[in-house]
Each structure stands twice: as C-alpha cells, then as structure tokens.
C-alpha cells in the first residue's frame, strides 16, 4: 500500500533522534522544474506532424519518459515516421523550449535550501538528454549545489530501470535504501523503487498508483526534513535497499 507522510512527533527524552537521509535524489521535470508541460507540448507538436493527434491515451508514454521512448511510441501510433529521426526533432524543439525559461515548482528552492543547510547531500537524476539537463542547471537551477547531476544519456538504460537511481547512491557511497527519492512520475517512481530507494512522490500530469514503500505528498510546498526523515525511516524503510524488479 502507499503511505502518506506522518506528521512529525515530538520524540520522548529517551529516545534518540531518528536520522536523516544519507542522501536526497530528485528528478528535474515535474518535480523540481516546471517542463513537463513543455513536454507535453513538444510530444504534440512532433505527433502533429506525424499525422497523430496526441491525447490522453499517450500520457503514459510521454510523461516522464526518456525521448528515445517517445519516438518509438510516436512512430509506432501513426504508423509512419523513423524513430532515430523523430527522437532527434523531440530532442531539439524541447530544448528550445526549455532555454526559453523553465519555472520551479513550488516548494522547490526552500526545500533545497534546506538540505544544503542541513548538510544532507543531493543530486540531480533525469531522463531528458544531458543538453536538457545542463541548460535547466544553467538555468532555472543555477544556484543549486547539486553533488552531481546524471541524465538519461549517463547510464545504459534509463528511467523506468533503476539504473539511474543506482548509480547516483554508487556516486554518493551509500545505499540506496538510505535515500529518498523524490518523483512526480509513473515511471520515475518505478526506477527509484527498483532501485532500493524510499520513494516521495509528487504527482504533477500523471497520478503515480500506490505501491509499499511509496510516500505522497500534495506539493513540495509541504515537504521539510521532517517528512524526509519519515520517509526512509517509516515502517516501510530498508536501509539495505530492496531488490530490484526488472
């Protein structure tokens, strides 16, 4: 089942502290950035183009997947088109979008603020292509310290595998199972779940199903240690990681 995050409890005299993450993971579309639209609207116009007209049926094979994903899925649903070619107008009209200026969501720059000032390390996991990633850390990002940032062109396979979620606590030196990953997506949340991670969604176009060891909130705007302190410590939490579902 899923869980949503308790509020936080005064802690008897005896008791000691229940601790921190080792490490926060945060996806950047739909949940720190506001670019999931822009997506959306990049999808459209490629699909157009191709003759489809996109609609709620394509959702879960736009949101939150990598570009590769979404060509194969355009080509395949207008029956026309090569997918090598499509990836890379998807690639190129997105990004345009994004250098026009990508929003935070809300929440976001405290949250951040707040684990660098707590000294809790976090790092920056995304399925869009390294071009995409940059320019948003360039931009709308540009005063976070990130520990590092990975996109979907840093590992062999990307999000819905957990590849990119495992090789952010391999980076980090810890396990995953000690972090909190936080998502906005079906997919997103699925790769980080495999991965061993405690998983805090934040829906944004997409509902994320419910599943153990998922953690929910409304908004960033409602998310502080406390709630990620809950998250990897709940009753739910394995420090060792769970097993990967491929």
Avoid at 31 to 50: I, K
Avoid at 63 to 78: F, K, W
Avoid at 121 to 134: I, K
Avoid at 190 to 196: F, K
Wanted: aromatic share 4%; with cysteine; hydrophobic share 45%.
């Amino acid at each position: 089942m899923s869980t949503p995050v308790p509020p936080p409890s005064a802690p008897s005299p005896s008791a000691s502290p229940a601790a921190l993450p080792a490490a926060v993971l945060f996806d950047m579309d739909g949940t720190l950035v506001d670019t999931e639209v822009l997506w959306w609207e990049t999808a459209a116009e490629v699909a157009a183009g191709l003759g489809h007209r996109l609609g709620d049926a394509d959702a879960p094979e736009v949101v939150g997947r990598a570009v590769q994903d979404t060509a194969a899925h355009l080509v395949r649903v207008a029956g026309t088109g090569d997918a090598g070619r499509v990836a890379d107008e998807l690639a190129g009209s997105f990004f345009r979008r994004v250098e026009e200026g990508a929003p935070l969501r809300p929440g976001a720059q405290r949250l951040l603020t707040g684990l660098e000032r707590a000294g809790v390390p976090f790092a920056l996991v995304s399925a869009s292509p390294r071009a995409v990633v940059d320019s948003v850390v360039a931009g709308a990002l540009a005063d976070v310290r990130f520990a590092f940032t990975l996109s979907a062109d840093d590992t062999v396979r990307t999000k819905p595998h957990p590849d990119p979620y495992r090789e952010a606590a391999d980076r980090l030196g810890v396990a995953p199972g000690v972090c909190v990953a936080v998502e906005d997506s079906p997919d997103g949340s699925a790769s980080a779940q495999a991965a061993g991670c405690a998983v805090l969604v934040v829906p944004s176009l997409l509902p994320v199903p419910p599943a153990d060891g998922r953690y929910f909130a409304e908004s960033l705007e409602d998310v502080d240690l406390a709630v990620l302190r809950a998250c990897v410590n709940g009753p739910l939490a394995d420090p060792r990681g769970r097993p990967a579902a491929e």
